[in-house]
Nanobody, 125 residues
């Protein structure tokens, strides 16, 4: 079973930065699509960012484009979400996810097979 363990959440003031990490275990290859989602109370889990299985393409939600960056460190089996210029409406529980298949960009939750435990990001105003 593939497991994803998240870290890096916390409290930050508006305009600040935060980096989330998601370490993967249970498989040797990092060549799978990865994504980040976020969820607030009473809402669906929303797409934030994704990277294709070969790391040659990325996609971002309109609300985070230019501010967030998805990346990965294959040596550490870790995916990152660098969040800059944070705003109060970025406040949410953030989840990382990965697929069991080597597919392209995945922007919907249905495309992912494994999920991290979630980490709270709170942006104060």
């Amino acid at each position: 079973q593939v497991h994803l363990v998240q870290s890096g959440g916390g409290l930050v003031q508006a305009g600040g930065s935060l980096r989330l990490a998601c370490e993967t275990s249970g498989r040797t290859s990092s060549m799978y699509p990865v994504g980040w989602f976020r969820q607030t109370p009473g809402r669906e889990r929303d797409f934030v960012a994704t990277m294709s299985w070969d790391a040659r393409a990325t996609s971002y939600a309109d609300s985070v484009t230019g501010r967030f960056t998805i990346s990965r460190d294959d040596a550490r089996n870790t995916v990152y979400l660098q969040m800059n210029t944070l705003r109060p409406d970025d406040t949410a529980v953030y989840y990382c996810a990965t697929s069991a298949q080597r597919l392209g960009l995945l922007t919907g939750t249905a495309g992912y097979d494994y999920w991290g435990q979630g980490t709270q990001v709170t942006v104060s105003s």
